[in-house]
């Protein structure tokens, strides 16, 4: 979408004398690391997901929301001022953000970009026809056969991801709200862009962590990244023409992330994440800037950075991990990562309130690290997340498995 096609009130977004910017509504599934970026940035935050954590809480006016994501509505259509934004996995609402973009100016992609990009063989053929690797895709999940994975079209973090063949709760082999995709070997990772009008900006690449067991996670579950990731320059130069083919192809505003596998035969593009994702506060950290910041001036005005900025990032590595509850948990109020200092022990996120109660498999908390190599980060993160997990073996078990 171009800024032509905004309107006059998103194009005043940036309108006025105050000190502080106009007001920034975040709303997903998880609005932590976004509204700390727009926070860092100048914005006033409003912020609703399904956790209002401690340090969301912090930044900002933040709630949660019990019937997400219906519930979300009700807080773009409050009092607030200004223009809203979407974190995952929101992306799978797309009736619900056409209809909320009726309310207030929407910074990001409408319905019709988010269906398409969102379809996993249009993305398929886009990209071939351009000479782009991707990975076979079968609609038809009931074809499903080894070396395939069965995977849902709405989704989020890898869950529900299976191997073909194997069995998984979540629903029928021939449902139609899975698909099957072929499986690549090779190096999980996840690109960060901006777009407008067609023209998009790689801002850095990060290794993924998938189904570690460290992390308590299983499986094809994202569990955290590391970065900014060591690539060739013909990678870079892939993921570059990956970011625009998608641009161009799918007219996408403002941040948007890719998935892919790297291997031998190149950087095969698995999923496209068109919003703020989880790997992005790390691509923050490393270029020192608010991604939020670029999100909003692209979609209000165009603007695009220079196309240096993998080569600006930092020469040190930088690592997130999420810490998987392994049995039913209620925090009790003196679980010391409540009244945590950064300068006292690992640096956490997506600080849950006392008395939340956790199943397993639910993410609990998010630690985040840096140093002066992956190597040192990986192991930073396995160690603090250790302590954490020795932390929640302490806590008041539930007799439920799952709510």
């Known amino acids: 979408?171009?800024?032509?096609?905004?309107?006059?009130?998103?194009?005043?977004?940036?309108?006025?004398?105050?000190?502080?910017?106009?007001?920034?509504?975040?709303i997903g599934a998880?609005?932590?690391?976004?509204?700390?970026?727009?926070?860092?940035?100048g914005f006033?935050?409003?912020?609703?997901?399904l956790f209002a954590d401690l340090d969301l809480q912090k930044v900002c006016r933040a709630e949660a929301v019990s019937d997400y994501p219906e519930g979300l509505a009700r807080v773009v259509a409050g009092p607030q001022s200004g223009g809203w934004m979407i974190t995952g996995a929101l992306e799978n609402s797309p009736d619900l953000i056409d209809r909320l973009a009726k309310v207030r100016p929407l910074f990001g992609n409408q319905g019709p970009a988010l269906r398409?990009?969102?379809?996993?063989?249009l993305v398929e053929r886009s990209l071939r026809e351009t000479g782009l690797p991707a990975p076979e895709v079968r609609l038809n999940a009931a074809h499903g056969e080894p070396g395939w994975l069965r995977k849902p079209l709405h989704s989020a973090g890898g869950l529900h991801v299976t191997a073909c063949g194997e069995s998984d709760p979540s629903g029928p082999a021939n449902s139609p709200e899975y698909y099957c995709q072929r499986f690549v070997a090779g190096a999980p990772c996840s690109a960060a862009y901006v777009a407008a009008c067609g023209h998009a900006r790689l801002l850095g690449v990060t290794r993924?962590?998938?189904?570690?067991?460290?992390?308590g996670a299983s499986g094809f579950r994202y569990?955290?990244?590391?970065?900014?990731?060591a690539v060739t320059d013909e990678q870079l130069g892939a993921f570059a023409r990956?970011?625009?083919?998608?641009a161009e192809r799918f007219s996408l505003a403002g941040l948007f992330g890719v998935d892919a596998i790297i291997n031998d035969e190149g950087v095969w593009t698995v999923e496209v994440n068109p919003r703020y994702t989880a790997s992005m506060e790390?691509?923050?950290?490393?270029?020192?800037?608010?991604?939020?910041?670029?999100?909003?001036?692209?979609?209000?005005?165009?603007e695009l950075p220079s196309a240096d900025a993998p080569a600006r990032q930092s020469t040190l590595s930088f690592g997130k991990a999420i810490v998987f509850a392994e049995h039913a948990f209620t925090l009790d109020e003196d679980w010391s990562p409540l009244h945590y200092s950064p300068a006292d022990g690992p640096e956490l996120a997506d600080i849950p309130a006392a008395g939340t109660r956790f199943y397993a498999g639910w993410p609990v908390v998010t630690v985040l690290c840096c140093g002066r190599d992956d190597r040192e980060v990986l192991s930073r993160l396995q160690q603090q997340v250790a302590d954490v997990q020795r932390l929640i073996a302490a806590q008041p078990r539930l007799a439920a498995a799952r709510r």
């Open 44 to 49: 006033a935050v409003h912020a609703a997901d």
């Open 116 to 121: 398409d990009v969102r379809t996993p063989d």
């Open 282 to 302: 790390l691509v923050e950290r490393s270029l020192d800037m608010s991604l939020v910041d670029l999100h909003v001036r692209a979609c209000v005005s165009a």
């Open 223 to 229: 569990c955290g990244s590391v970065g900014p990731l």
């Open 30 to 41: 998880s609005a932590r690391a976004a509204a700390q970026s727009a926070n860092r940035a």
């Open 1 to 26: 979408m171009c800024v032509e096609q905004l309107g006059a009130q998103a194009a005043c977004f940036f309108a006025g004398q105050s000190r502080v910017k106009n007001e920034l509504t975040i």
């Open 208 to 215: 993924q962590l998938i189904g570690e067991r460290w992390t």
């Open 242 to 246: 990956i970011g625009q083919v998608l």
